[in-house]
């Protein structure tokens, strides 16, 4: 158990998480049906599955509101933060913070998808920093 290969993300608007998906981040479509649509993201895959249809893979647990507050932070490691922040304002994409330099030595910043799934953009700032270290 040491390899991710799918995360599901739960979406109210499955068609406008998808073009954010297709469109801003220009991920491949693997499968899609009416209510998912599953993108190859490097050597993983997202699953963006329609929140009315979630229930059943968590039960006895309960799927969380949309609006109940943020759950998770994705990380993608890109070369030039700064780069990648005008390229999705181009597109239309607001950044929650940043670019901002982080005392842990690298530089980010947050957006939301229309679900409201955060993502954070983060660069190295100093290539003495390990691979793997935090984000």
Request: glycine share 8%; proline share 5%.
């Amino acid at each position: 158990m040491n390899e991710i290969e799918v995360v599901t993300l739960f979406v109210d608007d499955l068609a406008s998480t998808g073009h954010f998906y297709t469109g801003v981040f220009g991920l491949e479509v693997v499968y899609q049906d009416d209510a998912s649509l599953l993108v190859k993201l490097g050597p993983l895959m997202l699953n963006l599955l329609q929140r009315e249809r979630a229930p059943e893979l968590v039960e006895p647990s309960t799927v969380a509101k949309s609006t109940a507050g943020v759950h998770a932070l994705f990380t993608i490691r890109v070369a030039d933060v700064d780069a990648v922040c005008a390229d999705l304002k181009r597109h239309g994409v607001e950044l929650l913070n940043g670019p901002v330099d982080r005392p842990w030595g690298r530089r980010t910043a947050a957006f939301a998808d229309p679900a409201g799934n955060v993502w954070e953009v983060a660069q190295v700032l100093d290539g003495d920093q390990p691979e793997n270290s935090a984000t």
